[in-house]
């Protein structure tokens, strides 16, 4: 898969100044290294930097990631040790918007440039900042769940993780558009966070449609694993198949299936294979002292049953992992 950065950019790398004398040393640290949406960034990075060797530029990814999505000190650490290990950039997904801020100025003070993708941080330090518009993929989960439910209905909102700017975002854009444009449904809970896996999402959403489950009627998870802990809990308690109305985020091998089979409505999808190559083309970049853009936005889509099988749509759902 080939994306055309270059023009996209403005970079000219061929026109810039030249590489170090044995190429650069780039560090790409995400959130987790087992989910397929991390294995796809991966693959991206893995891409770009394969596109820089060929034009002439020697780049080397160095691939390491905390075992669990909601290990802070063990990111932090990682980012601290290519630090130490002297890397020419870093590449981060940061798992807390605020718990990164110290490593990521640390390394920026030491002359290691920082390019963030997937989710922000309350720095100004990194020199750029590529994801997705989670906001929008949030609004868009909305304006689908609402027209699902006719305007009118009553809600459930399964958050990730405090601390994650991105899930925090499309949570935020959900709400903003349920609240502004569909008076006419109830939210019955906007508080629960599903965790850091697939288990502790399960379970949250057990509880949650042991709570509210004959009152129901949409519902809405912020992310992959919530999606996937939420799709289960729906299944046991006999509430799939379109019984209750439910809209996720991100995509997999079983989300898509759910989606086809008609379990779950819609899935907001995003592009993590070119969140990894842009963020690899944008830090060497910024090594060769090139203008980068302080922001780029990687796009956001809807899958729905009715069109999962268009071109555009399954690309999303199904990014490149190697």
């Known amino acids: 898969m080939k994306i055309p950065l270059l023009a996209l950019l403005g970079l000219a790398l061929a026109s810039g100044a030249a590489a170090a004398p044995d190429g650069y040393n780039i560090a790409v640290v995400p959130k987790g290294t087992t989910n397929v949406y991390w294995k796809s960034i991966h693959a991206g990075a893995l ?17 390491k990631g905390p075992l669990r999505e909601d290990d802070r000190e063990q990111q932090v650490q990682v980012v601290e040790n290519f630090m130490g290990r002297a890397v020419d950039g870093i590449v981060l997904a940061p798992l807390d918007s605020r718990a990164l801020v110290a490593p990521v100025e640390e390394a920026v003070s030491a002359h290691i440039p920082v390019v963030i993708i997937d989710s ?45 700017a991105s899930t925090e975002a499309r949570e935020q854009g959900f709400l903003e ?20 896996t697939r288990d502790t999402a399960r379970r949250v ?31 046991d308690a006999g509430l799939a198949g379109g019984k209750v109305a ?3 985020f991100d995509s997999s091998e079983t989300l898509d299936a759910a989606l086809k089979s008609g379990d779950i409505q819609g899935l907001v999808v995003q592009n993590p294979f070119k969140m990894g190559y842009l963020g690899v083309q944008t ?22 049953p009715e069109n999962m099988n268009e071109p555009a749509t399954n690309a999303l759902l199904h990014p490149p992992t190697d």
Do not use: C
Not at 137 to 153: E, S, T
Not at 205 to 233: C, D, K, P, Y
């Open 120 to 164: 922000g941080l309350e720095s100004k330090a990194p020199a750029s900042f590529i994801a997705t518009d989670n906001r929008e993929g949030g609004r868009i989960a909305a304006r689908r769940l609402g027209g699902l439910l006719g305007a009118r209905g009553r809600v459930i909102m399964l958050r990730y993780a405090v601390g994650s």
């Open 283 to 304: 830090i060497v970049a910024v090594l060769r002292g090139e203008k980068v853009p302080a922001m780029i936005d990687t796009g956001v889509g809807l899958a729905t």
């Open 205 to 235: 959403a057990e509880n949650l449609l042991s709570r509210f489950g004959g009152e129901v009627t949409g519902i809405f998870a912020s992310n992959e694993s919530a999606t996937s802990g939420m799709l289960l809990a729906l299944r």
């Open 47 to 63: 891409a770009a930097a394969r596109e820089l060797i060929a034009a002439g530029v020697p780049v080397r990814i160095i691939w």
């Open 246 to 248: 439910f809209v996720g």
């Open 177 to 196: 558009v349920m609240r502004d444009q569909f008076p006419g449904i109830d939210l019955l809970s906007t508080d629960q966070h599903a965790g850091a």
